[in-house]
T-cell receptor
Framework: GAVVSQHPSRVICKSGTSVKIECRSL??????MFWYRQFPKQSLMLMAT?????????EQGVEKDKFLINHASLTLSTLTVTSAHPEDSSFYIC???????????FGQGTRLTVV | GENVEQHPSTLSVQEGDSAVIKCTYS??????FPWYKQELGKRPQLIID?????GEKKDQRIAVTLNKTAKHFSLHITETQPEDSAVYFC???????????FGQGTRLTINP
């Protein structure tokens, strides 16, 4: 299958600072990328969908000014958690889908801890 | 929008027995149904998928069935092995909607 790389895998930051998470498709062009949040022992909650070169579409209840998503190229999308607070601590995971394809492949996820 | 319900939330079977996980979806326009396996602390891995133009698909010990009329699909794992222990997620999407909607997940435990 296709390879999606997410970085960093773990990050600890201080409350009030911002954190950037990168999601790269290594061997295909990802026209669409998805960002999820996963709480322990729970399902994947879709935060937003981004198409290359367009503004992201956020799910209801997700603050777009807090979770900034950029999809400037066909191989890279970034999620920036701004002014992080302890309640933002979670597992964030991206997935990517190629042009005309149904299959979505996941990055390895980022465990964010805000202290 | 689409809503996907998955059952059971936990499933424990003896090694060698079969495991079945069921999902229902609400949007009749959905036409793509993947299944993902997620081991603890790792990314979900696509293990099998089915499109609405077929009723069944098999890949070695894994099979998926789809009933479009009833709007439900199921994952079947035969001859289960300890390494099958993981959380399994079903999902549904339609081409126009782009996004995948996930079920709640099933924690499968294979007992030796």
């Amino acid at each position: 299958g296709a390879v999606v790389s997410q970085h960093p895998s773990r990050v600890i930051c201080k409350s009030g600072t911002s954190v950037k998470i990168e999601c790269r498709s290594l061997d295909f062009q990802a026209t669409t990328m998805f960002w999820y949040r996963q709480f322990p022992k729970q399902s994947l909650m879709l935060m937003a969908t981004s198409n290359e070169g367009s503004k992201a579409t956020y799910e209801q209840g997700v603050e777009k000014d807090k979770f900034l998503i950029n999809h400037a190229s066909l191989t890279l999308s970034t999620l920036t958690v701004t002014s992080a607070h302890p309640e933002d601590s979670s597992f964030y995971i991206c997935s990517a889908r190629g042009q005309g394809r149904s299959e979505a492949f996941f990055g390895q996820g980022t465990r964010l801890t805000v202290v | 929008g689409e809503n996907v319900e998955q059952h059971p939330s936990t499933l424990s079977v003896q090694e060698g027995d079969s495991a079945v996980i069921k999902c229902t979806y609400s949007d009749s326009a959905s036409n793509y149904f993947p299944w993902y396996k997620q081991e603890l602390g790792k990314r979900p891995q696509l293990i099998i998928d089915i499109r609405s133009n077929v009723g069944e698909k098999k890949d070695q010990r894994i099979a998926v069935t789809l009933n479009k009329t009833a709007k439900h699909f199921s994952l079947h794992i035969t001859e289960t092995q300890p390494e099958d222990s993981a959380v399994y997620f079903c999902a549904a999407s339609s081409w126009g909607a782009q996004k995948l909607v996930f079920g709640q997940g099933t924690r499968l435990t294979i007992n030796p």
